[in-house]
């Protein structure tokens, strides 16, 4: 069993910044990946960033160079984000699974970022 439980979403002004954390426990190996996406209601769920099981990260284009995730312990990433766009509106879920899988088996319940102009 993997629980995954995003926090830190909220409402922010365009500019702004947020920390989202994911608290992760359970089942989880140390081969996983934790992921971060988000999903905008009749939008394709994106992929934002990837904390790979060796250290990696990588992020979409669309937020490289904003958003940076880590691992601040074992299994419990944190998404910084920041200089946040309207854009970047959205749910955003914390999810873990073995590397390569393009949908995770586990995930949060997810926590909502808005951003305002």
């Known amino acids: 069993q993997v629980q995954l439980v995003e926090s830190g979403g909220g409402s922010v002004q365009a500019g702004g910044s947020l920390r989202l954390s994911c608290a992760a426990s359970g089942y989880i190996f140390s081969s996983y990946c934790m992921r971060w996406f988000r999903q905008v209601p009749g939008q394709e769920r994106e992929g934002v960033a990837t904390?790979?099981?060796?250290?990696?990260t990588t992020y979409a284009d669309s937020v490289k160079g904003r958003f940076t995730t880590y691992n601040e312990n074992a299994f419990t990433p944190t998404l910084h984000m920041n200089s946040l766009k309207p854009e970047d509106t959205a749910m955003y879920y914390c999810?873990?699974?073995?590397?390569?899988?393009?949908?995770?088996?586990?995930w949060g319940q997810g926590t909502q970022v808005t951003v305002s102009s």
């Open positions: 999810a873990a699974d073995v590397c390569g899988i393009g949908s995770p088996r586990y």
């Open positions: 904390i790979y099981s060796g250290g990696r």
